[in-house]
């Protein structure tokens, strides 16, 4: 069995690299790239069921006798950020995938890998994990008033229509984790759970070949929409994780960097397998680019959060 555990335990223990691989994969082997992406979907389950089944429904309950004080976290980045942001394009009839994706990227939940990000960079992994719990648990409620102000989103297949479908994946992949950790895996000793975290470490790095299928054509075809949707995607992440965290280090300085970390990390491919692929396709080219400063977190933003 330690035999079977074993390289998914080394790719826990090596996931920054790990990460940094998966994108140069993207880039270098575009035809795999296209390939992954029809399996996107499917990827971002699997992701959200390994994180679910590495949190397990105890730690999960544990987790929501704290999370009072982070509801209103939840509401701030969820929800008033994305509709403040959505006020903005209305006012300006800015109307373009760009625009779109940053509104998307700033109505999502954190990705499901914030709590291991936070971890790499030396710092306390709770604040992370209370968010992404809260924060995917309410994410088919705090998507309503976006997709209203932003219909073009959903592409009129209804509002709540969409909410259901992130209700639905989130339920079903969280149920199922659960349940294995419930019956099958009722205490997982480190090893064990080394070996979850490095599945999910596996997962991602394959999704994110997926995830940046537009990268490559950019390269010849677009070379200045590339250098823009990256510089954009570097100052959006970067920005909401260092300005979160300056913030916030004084008033909760245990847990500024988790939030911090949440803040810019946003699960941005949950909506991959919820909204229509016409909508989502055009913004192909930002959400690849939004990978690279999340994958790189851990490596460029290291020196700062230990400043």
């Keep these: 069995m330690r035999i079977l555990l074993l390289p998914f335990q080394l790719a826990a223990t090596h996931g ?42 105890r730690q999960a309950i544990g987790a929501t006798r704290d999370l009072g004080h982070s509801l209103y976290l939840v509401g701030a980045l969820q929800l008033v950020c ?59 409620l705090t998507t309503i008033p976006v997709f209203w102000l932003l219909p073009e989103l959903v592409a009129g297949e209804g509002v709540f229509g969409a909410a259901l479908r992130l209700l639905l994946l989130i339920g079903i992949a969280t149920s199922i984790a659960f349940f294995i950790r419930g019956v099958l895996l009722k205490n997982p000793g480190p090893a064990s759970l080394s070996a979850i975290e490095g599945m999910a470490a596996l997962t991602m790095a394959i999704m994110v070949v997926g995830l940046m299928a537009a990268i490559r054509p950019a390269i010849t075809q677009n070379p200045g929409g590339l250098l823009f949707n990256l510089f954009i995607a570097f100052a959006a992440n970067f920005g909401l994780q260092i300005g979160s965290y300056l913030l916030l280090k004084r008033k909760l300085p245990q847990q500024s960097a988790g939030i911090a970390v949440s803040a810019g990390n946003r699960n941005i491919a949950l909506f991959l397998a919820a909204l229509p692929v016409g909508v989502m396709e055009p913004m192909l080219l930002f959400i690849g680019c939004y990978q690279v400063p999340m994958y790189l977190t851990p490596i460029l933003l290291r020196r700062f959060y230990r400043s």
Excluded: Y
């Design 16 to 57: 920054r690299w790990l990460l940094v691989a998966g994108l140069c994969a993207a880039v270098a082997f575009p035809e795999l790239a296209a390939l992954m992406q029809d399996h996107l979907p499917a990827a971002v389950a699997l992701l959200l069921f390994f994180s679910a089944l590495r949190v397990g429904p």
């Design 82 to 140: 994305p509709v403040v942001f959505a006020g903005i394009l209305i006012a300006t009839g800015w109307n373009s995938p760009l625009a779109l994706g940053l509104a998307l990227m700033l109505t999502a939940s954190p990705i499901s890998g914030s709590p291991s990000l936070t971890f790499l960079l030396g710092k306390d992994a709770a604040p992370a994990l209370r968010l992404l719990i809260a924060g995917t648990a309410l994410l088919p």
